[in-house]
């Protein structure tokens, strides 16, 4: 459970420097029962920057990516998106934990997509779409759809606009789950897995949409993925969690070719056994 | 007057009530579950007639009121020259609606028998009654227990409808109270309180404890 | 007397039969379109964040549906004279029959609800959808589906529970059965006239519903259930 946090410049030191970074997470602690799946986390990720997160499972990568989203609450810590705390609000001097109102105001700036999809069954590709940006930003109905056409144009579904998801296929599926997140226009785009869940020869095709998001957009997106070769194609950073802590980060080069931490060194080598 | 002092006013009659149910319930849900099992497998007799017939009997009861079931053997039967008891006759219709329901769930447990049981059984060379009585009625039965339950929870209310045929079971005894008295809240409130009690505090427990049992008794669970 | 089919006399109750049967389908549908609504009222009841509450409607819902609907439609129509409230047969039965169902249409809205995959609700979060258009245009029209069996189900029970009503002197098909046969000493003919109007009308239901529930399915897009 949260707890107002008195003076918290004191604790979580925020920089204040220009270049802020957009996402940062000060001493962010998440315990399941008696798993603490995030230990005391300091995580900062830079506007634009594209940040990879890569660790074993139960490491708390996924965990802190549902937490930035505001599905997990987190027991300790602070959350701040682009300089405005995520998770608590500022009152007086203290930070108090956030109303369900802070948070629906914050939540905008971020999105997420789903390793399972998470598509709405009843609607079609562009009725996902629009679905958002209608209820919660306001634009009507012609702008929506024009947006979201866009969009699926984008991720090349535009021949697809009108199926259900059940006519889609797994690649597909999760192209329109990309789309339907852009379409909110998010500060920072968050990727769970999102190629896990889908068969070998559809995996390049979403893998294609991501490149192309982050060539062509200014756009922050953290994912965390176990596919090694992609991270390290698009990566500005990546992160090695392990136990709920960064236990290495660096650029795709340090980390992949030159990793310092020997449980770095121990996960790579697994992975690529694997592979 | 306070609710001892109902209580303790009516106690024979509440008493008597009590009796009547229990006596009326447990004999159609005996009657009725060896019935079910009687119907089931006349449901999946080889021979055709036979199968429709059954079928048509459990439509029957299936597509008809409860209520309209028991008036009709009341009032119809001694027509055909078959004078029973008011007892037996709430009896009997009881456990014949109890069948038709019944059936389809004990078939449907026996079907979902995986079919490698019946063909070890038959690479065993065990006879067809065998089969059914030592292989896969056992494990049937243990699917059962909690569908049944609640199926004997739904009859335990269904046998309230007796009372309409004259028969001094709770719902007679606290009808006569509540025309006495007037006072529907202590009269009909005790007597949703004691079909309540008969089932969370006798029937569900003991149909766990049948279950585990039963479990026990035939090495799973 | 003995077993004695009198066909004139048959079709002389038929007119009235019918009328009767009427009133049966009204009360059916009326009662149950209470109880569409209580189910849901008892199921938010259940949902609540306030753990009193929610224990109050939990323990008020297993009551409701572990006692007999007859004691149930005897206590709605006496506790009201006892009071001073005087409630007409057909309001207290709508009445029975709406809690007593509601409290069974609870349970299989509850069904239909966990249905729906934990993933919708985390999508509609990511979205930052409002809990309204959340429920609204997302959950409930998922949750709905899975519960076409359940309410298929309740309806021709509700249908065939109707018969109890006839001990308060709401004039369905039983109650008006039992006067004919009062009348005349003649039971024979109006009971089982009564009888297999029932079965050829549970029979049409159990058949329309199904072709109902599948092409809702159709209609929302959703994967067949074949069960």
Redesign the interface.
């Known amino acids: 459970m949260l707890q107002v946090i008195p003076n918290p410049a004191e604790r979580y030191l925020v920089t204040e420097n220009p270049q802020q970074p957009l996402v940062q997470t000060r001493g962010v602690t998440k315990r399941f029962g008696n798993l603490t799946v995030l230990d005391k986390l300091d995580l900062d990720i830079a506007n634009g920057e594209i940040m990879t997160i890569i660790g074993p499972s139960g490491s708390g990568k996924t965990t802190v990516l549902r937490a930035l989203m505001t599905l997990e609450k987190i027991d300790d810590g602070v959350i701040y998106i682009d300089g405005e705390p995520l998770t608590h609000m500022q009152k007086g001097s203290n930070l108090v934990p956030a109303t369900e109102r802070h948070l629906r105001r914050m939540r905008s700036k971020i999105g997420m997509v789903f390793q399972h999809f998470n598509l709405f069954p009843h609607m079609t590709a562009l009725e996902n779409c629009i679905e958002g940006p209608i209820h919660v930003l306001g634009l009507s109905r012609a702008e929506a759809r024009e947006r979201a056409r866009e969009l699926l144009e984008m991720v090349g579904l535009a021949s697809k606009v009108h199926e259900h998801p059940a006519r889609l296929s797994g690649g597909q599926q999760q192209r329109v789950a990309i789309a339907r997140a852009l379409a909110m226009r998010p500060k920072v785009l968050l990727f769970d897995e999102v190629t896990s869940a889908l068969d070998p020869e559809v995996v390049g095709e979403v893998l294609t949409v991501i490149r192309q998001l982050a060539k062509e957009h200014e756009l922050t997106m953290i994912m965390v993925t176990h596919q090694m070769s992609f991270a390290r194609e698009i990566s500005d950073r990546v992160c090695f969690f392990y136990e709920g802590k960064i236990a290495e980060q660096g650029s795709p080069d340090q980390i992949f070719n030159r990793p310092q931490n020997p449980r770095t060194k121990k996960f790579l080598n697994a992975v690529l056994e694997g592979s | 007057m306070t609710y001892f002092n109902f209580l303790a006013v009516n106690s024979s009659a509440i008493l008597t009530g009590i009796v009547v149910t229990l006596q009326i319930y447990s004999l159609s849900i005996i009657t009725g579950t060896l019935a079910a099992f009687v119907i089931a497998f006349l449901l999946m007799a080889p021979f055709g007639p036979v199968r429709w017939i059954t079928t048509a009997y459990v ?2 009861i ?8 028991l ?2 053997l009341f ?2 039967l001694p ?3 078959i004078y029973l008891d008011k007892n037996v006759t709430g009896v009997v219709c009881l456990a014949a609606n109890l069948s038709a329901f019944g059936s389809g769930v004990v078939k449907g447990a026996i079907e979902s028998i995986p079919r490698g049981q019946w063909e070890a059984s038959v690479a065993l060379n065990l006879s067809p009654i065998r089969r059914m009585r030592d292989i896969i009625l056992p494990q049937a039965v243990l699917l059962l227990f909690p569908i049944w339950g609640n199926l004997l ?1 739904e009859y ?6 007796v ?2 045929v004259a028969i001094t079971d709770v ?1 007679y005894q ?2 006569m109270i ?1 025309n006495n008295t ?4 202590q009269s ?2 005790t ?2 309180l004691i ?2 009690l008969i ?2 505090l006798i029937i569900t427990p003991l149909f766990r404890m049948l279950e585990r049992y039963w479990g026990r008794r035939i090495g799973v669970g | 007397m003995g077993f004695d089919w009198q066909w004139d006399y048959s079709i002389e109750i038929l007119p009235a039969l019918l009328h009767a049967t009427i009133n049966t389908v009204i009360a059916t549908f009326a009662g149950f379109a209470v109880a569409m609504v209580l189910g849901v009222v008892f199921l938010a009841g259940q949902r609540t964040r306030y753990p009193l509450v929610s224990w109050l409607f939990r323990e008020f819902v297993e009551f409701i549906r572990t006692t007999p609907l007859l004691v149930q439609v005897f206590f709605v129509f006496y506790v009201g004279p006892q009071f001073g409230v005087l409630l007409s047969p057909w309001v207290a039965g709508m009445t029975a029959i709406g809690v007593h169902y509601g409290a069974y249409l609870s349970e299989v809205y509850r069904g239909g609800l966990y249905a729906v995959p934990k993933g919708q609700w985390e999508a509609c979060k990511a979205l930052n959808l409002s809990p309204a258009r959340t429920y609204l245009g997302i959950i409930l029209p998922q949750a709905f589906p899975p519960c076409m069996p359940g309410i298929s189900l309740y309806l021709v029970g509700c249908f065939k529970d109707t018969p109890v009503l006839s001990v308060i002197a709401v004039t369905e098909l039983l109650n008006t059965a039992s006067v004919l046969g009062t009348m005349t000493y003649r039971y024979l003919e109006p009971y089982t006239i009564a009888g297999l109007i029932f079965l050829v009308l549970s029979l049409i239901t159990v058949a329309c519903l199904s072709m109902a529930e599948r092409r809702l399915r159709k209609m929302l897009g959703l994967p067949d259930h074949r069960h």
């Open positions: 439509e029957l299936r597509g008809t009121p409860l209520l309209i079931q008036f009709w009032y119809v027509l055909f020259g929870v335990l209310k269904h046998s309230s409808l009372s309409l719902m606290m009808k509540n007037f006072d529907a809240v009909f409130g007597a949703l079909y309540y089932s969370r």
